[in-house]
């Protein structure tokens, strides 16, 4: 929601600074942080290893989205471990709610509703200012 926030205010200014952000998908855990881990969470941790990606891709995915030329004038959007822009959800409830809990071509809705980004918009400047 910052993220819309703050591409929409320094494109107000007629400042050239893009503003993007990257859905964080899984990616494989150290040992180190898999032993800090209840049983139950380390067990899961380690299943999840076998296929989670290496922190290295996503190392990868951030330096994408900050030289890409093709998304050199791309500002205020979420991209995710796929490079793919990733669109407010349409619907959610039901299947497509569970799609968007698990999937990676949307985000919630609410995320995109105007009222809401004003409102973390002020609580953010209103902390900062604490």
């Known amino acids: 929601m910052l993220t819309f926030k703050m591409a929409e205010q320094f ?6 600074i893009k503003v993007n952000a990257l859905q964080i998908n899984r990616v494989k ?4 942080t898999i032993q800090k881990m209840s049983f139950l969470w380390r067990a899961l941790a380690r299943i999840q ?6 922190p290295s891709g996503m190392a990868d995915n951030y330096f994408y989205i ?3 030329e093709e998304i050199r004038n791309v500002t205020g959007s979420l991209f995710n471990h796929k490079c793919e822009l990733v669109q407010p959800a ?5 299947v497509a ?18 009222e809401q980004i004003e409102q973390v918009w002020r609580l953010s400047n209103a902390l900062l200012e604490n």
């Open 11 to 16: 494109k107000s200014r007629g400042m050239a």
């Open 66 to 68: 900050c030289t890409a």
């Open 49 to 54: 290893n076998v296929v989670n990606p290496l």
């Open 90 to 94: 349409s619907r959610e409830k039901g």
């Open 97 to 114: 709610q569970l799609k968007n809990i698990f999937g990676s071509k949307s985000y919630p809705g609410y995320a995109a509703n105007r």
């Open 29 to 32: 855990l150290s040992k180190a």
